[in-house]
């Protein structure tokens, strides 16, 4: 009999518990997280129907070889070259794709290149970026700094 009771009251337990998880949903991605080297963090916020993403900080802000701080000299159009990397919006397009995921496109300053991209919670503290270039796809984790 006390296996059965405790049986019933675990079938409760997990009833009443299930509302509870879904009504919290999936993780948002608002917040600032700090690239998987650590050398940016970036703020995402809401942005029309999805996200964006800007740069709000750098490991190193200024170019040792300048003594300025760190501009876009990477892009390949001449007029965007000198913009500075902090306030640089690096996601364009993202709107969501699936509960906790985004599909647009990213930038990336190291290279001067924009690649299709998805990002997804894939935790509380998690953010899972990826981008692809034709067939050949790489990603990794940022981890949350701040909300």
């Keep these: 009999m006390a296996c059965k009771f405790g049986f ?3 079938i409760i337990a997990t009833a009443l518990a299930v509302p509870a998880a879904h009504a919290q949903g999936a993780p948002e991605p608002f917040g600032v997280w700090q690239t998987q080297a650590g050398d940016a963090r970036v703020k ?16 190193d802000p200024i170019d040792p070889m300048t003594g300025k701080p760190q501009v876009d000299n990477k892009n390949p159009n001449p007029s965007l070259a000198n913009r500075p990397i902090i ?8 709107q969501p794709a699936a509960v906790g995921k985004w599909s647009g496109q990213i930038y990336n300053a190291d290279d001067g290149g924009t690649y299709a991209s998805s ?9 899972r970026v990826e981008g692809c270039v034709g067939a050949l796809c790489g990603g990794e984790t940022w981890t949350r700094v701040g909300r």
């Design 87 to 94: 306030g640089l919006p690096l996601f364009s397009g993202m």
């Design 44 to 59: 995402v916020s809401k942005c029309g129907g999805g996200i964006c993403g800007v740069v709000v900080s750098l490991r």
């Design 8 to 10: 019933v009251i675990a």
């Design 119 to 127: 990002i997804s919670v894939t935790g509380e503290s998690t953010l």
